[in-house]
């Protein structure tokens, strides 16, 4: 049997900063959201996703992809927004086998309405204690380890 890598001190303080963040920061915004319109980060995620599509309308597993999500939990929350009116499912006028999700005006409104908070929010949990090279640290690291991996990953796609 091989001898575990554990992680060196750097690596640890590194680690543990970054479960603070990753369990943290979606908490916090969760809760904004959770109060401002009885949504979760991810519902928020959906449809903002939506919102930045050519249409307003991606199919399922383009929407899965751009949300970091299973088709399943996916599936299970695009159903919920649409019985509260925000999105649509639909087949796909190109291909009647793929199922496309499209935003709906009631949609973008509660967008239009939430952003402003769920932004400042963002700047106020993540980016007000970082200086402009900070956040561009974070944001080359980020990609770094996206990149490593999942070479593939949509947030790439426009640097091709």
């Known amino acids: 049997m091989t001898e575990p890598r554990w992680l060196n001190a750097e690596e640890r303080r590194a680690w543990l900063a970054v479960l603070a963040l990753t369990t943290r920061l979606p908490a916090q915004l ?10 979760t980060l991810f519902d928020y995620h959906v449809l903002a996703m939506l919102s930045e599509s050519e249409g307003e309308v991606l199919p399922m597993s383009r929407l899965a992809e751009r949300t970091n999500s299973s088709l399943s939990r996916l599936s299970h929350v695009v159903k919920k927004l649409q019985e509260r009116g925000w999105v649509k499912r639909a087949s796909s006028a190109e291909d009647a086998r793929v199922t496309v999700v499209k935003l709906l005006p009631p949609g973008r409104e509660l967008l239009e309405r939430v952003a402003p908070e769920h932004v400042e929010s963002v700047r106020q949990e993540l980016f007000d204690g970082l200086d402009e090279q900070d956040a561009a640290d974070l944001a080359r690291i980020g990609r770094k380890i996206v990149a490593h991996a999942e070479p593939t990953h949509w947030i790439f796609q426009d640097e091709a």
């Open 30 to 39: 969760d809760s904004v959201l959770q109060r401002a319109a009885k949504i």
